[in-house]
């Protein structure tokens, strides 16, 4: 995955559809966007189009987001899911700033990702260059 600045990685045990997983992400800010990946293991097949959904909808939560527009999302190397997607959002800050961003969840076996582009209006080029540099063991 290509991002615009050098990602620091943190990993920790988080809920995630019902289960304790260790959730692992590397982030960083650059021109006023953070660009993210994290992911997790879930162990078992039953629970990754759960987990994929709750993944999308912690990030709605956490920033009082609705979801725009369906983006493209073409992951070579990810496991074929109806819930994968990617997503503009539109929510604010904790502290009620306005916030736009894009967000992608999709998965390879047992383990679920999710890229994220959240801050203020980006260059779309820059959005789509992150989300399209994503390859899964290709």
């Known amino acids: 995955?290509?991002?615009?600045?050098?990602?620091?990685?943190?990993?920790?045990?988080?809920?995630?559809?019902?289960?304790?997983?260790?959730m692992?992400?590397?982030?960083?800010?650059?021109?006023?966007?953070?660009?993210?990946?994290?992911?997790a293991d879930v162990g078992d097949p039953s629970r990754?189009?759960?987990?994929?959904r709750a993944l999308r909808q912690s990030t709605l939560d956490n920033?009082?987001?609705s979801s725009g527009e369906d983006l493209p999302l073409r992951v070579p190397g990810a496991t074929p899911q109806p819930d994968s997607l990617r997503q503009a959002l539109s929510g604010r800050t904790p502290d009620g700033k306005p916030m736009i961003g894009q967000v992608a969840v999709f998965s390879r076996g047992t383990v679920v990702f999710?890229?994220?582009?959240?801050?203020k209006p980006a260059q779309e080029e820059s959005a789509s260059t992150f989300f399209s540099s994503v390859r899964l063991g290709v």
């Open 114 to 119: 999710q890229a994220t582009m959240l801050g």
């Open 48 to 52: 990754v189009p759960l987990a994929l």
């Open 24 to 39: 692992t992400l590397q982030a960083c800010d650059a021109g006023g966007v953070t660009w993210g990946l994290s992911w």
């Open 1 to 22: 995955m290509l991002f615009p600045c050098k990602p620091s990685s943190f990993a920790r045990m988080v809920p995630l559809a019902g289960e304790q997983v260790r």
């Open 63 to 65: 920033l009082s987001a």
